[in-house]
């Protein structure tokens, strides 16, 4: 779009399709950088717990203890990458024979959207039923989506039940992959911290007597001293302890934070883009019960082995028992 002001300058403002399209391009970037690292961090923090820091700042402990802590660190390592595989290969968008399944086919369905929490262009059809929950028509996809779906403009498509679009995994979560997310956001905090305090410890008692100062663990003096100076006491591999103890500290806090946030929203039964649309969602389900549409029976279980094959959620993301919109909220 071309608008000029009253000086006869001319400016060149960006219409909505250029927008995302650059936003879709910063994600795509955020997500190579995000997934490199994950690339590097995982494996590399798994080879130093298992080659240093537990032979040798557990080495006054019995084989048997060490032996019990790298079992420890293989299954973090393994849980970790399992669900994030699986949060970033499922995929969360809207089943193709969901969409025609019996239900509203094309232009069907209500044409409706939440703007500012307010509903605009509500339409009533003979598929709404007195929860307030709507099937809706996605202009984009052109077709039509159960309740609680919503078009992710990044990954354009139609998520089944979305929750949020993630930046740190480059993928949106929703229904099919939420059980993973939760699980990853758990790992990804224990093993940021926990591992990342043992790392510390390690660089504590091996490497500082031998540094020149605590100036040796900020990365711009740590990266020039390996380079320029400090070289045989600051290897390689102490350089990337380093690192990672840093990059232990922000996947962990982000762990913290997925975690907590997701077990809140997921044990009250709504979504974090409900919550962030204001939407007046009501949902008069259990707890124990919103965690098992989610993870399924025995839910606590998927936090120490995978679980979705034996029990998969209990919802279909078609029809919400217990769940509807309460404009008296
Ligand atoms: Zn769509
Ligand atoms: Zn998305």
């Not at 009501?282 to 094959?309: E, H, Q």
Request: with cysteine; hydrophobic share 40%; net charge neutral.
């Amino acid at each position: 779009m071309i608008r000029s002001d009253m000086a006869g300058s001319v400016a060149v403002e960006m219409g909505p399709e250029e927008k995302l399209e650059k936003m879709r391009f910063h994600h795509y970037s955020l997500k190579i950088i995000l997934r490199t690292t994950m690339a590097f961090q995982a494996p590399s923090q798994l080879f130093m717990f298992l080659y240093y820091v537990i032979p040798y700042l557990f080495e006054d402990y019995s084989q048997g203890t060490r032996n019990v802590l790298s079992f420890f660190v293989i299954l973090g390592t393994v849980e970790g990458l399992y669900n994030y595989f699986c949060v970033i290969l499922c995929d969360p968008s809207v089943p193709k024979k969901v969409q025609s399944n019996g239900y509203p086919s094309n232009g069907q369905a209500t044409h409706y959207t939440y703007q500012n929490g307010v509903t605009v262009d509500l339409q009533t059809d003979d598929y709404v039923d007195d929860s307030g929950l709507q099937w809706r028509y996605c202009k984009t996809c052109e077709s039509d989506m159960p309740p609680r779906s919503w078009h992710c403009d990044i990954c354009q498509g139609c998520i089944l039940k979305r929750d949020h679009h993630c930046f740190m995994v480059g993928n949106c979560i929703g229904l099919n992959n939420q059980r993973y997310f939760a699980v990853l956001a758990l790992y990804a905090l224990l093993c940021g911290w926990i591992g990342g305090y043992f790392q510390y410890k390690y660089l504590q008692t091996f490497y500082f007597p031998v540094s020149w100062s605590w100036t040796d663990f900020l990365p711009p003096f740590t990266v020039y001293r390996w380079l320029f100076g400090r070289w045989p006491a600051l290897t390689f591999h102490i350089l990337m302890m380093i690192c990672q103890v840093y990059m232990d500290f922000v996947f962990g806090t982000f762990g913290f934070l997925y975690f907590t946030f997701q077990m809140t929203v997921i044990s009250k039964g709504y979504t974090a883009f409900e919550m962030a649309k204001f939407m007046p969602v009501r949902n008069s389900n259990s707890r124990n019960f919103n965690f098992r549409t989610v993870f399924g029976d025995y839910w606590a279980l998927n936090f120490i082995f995978p679980m979705s094959y034996f029990f998969p959620p209990k919802v279909d993301g078609i029809k919400w028992e217990g769940v509807k919109i309460d404009h008296n909220l």
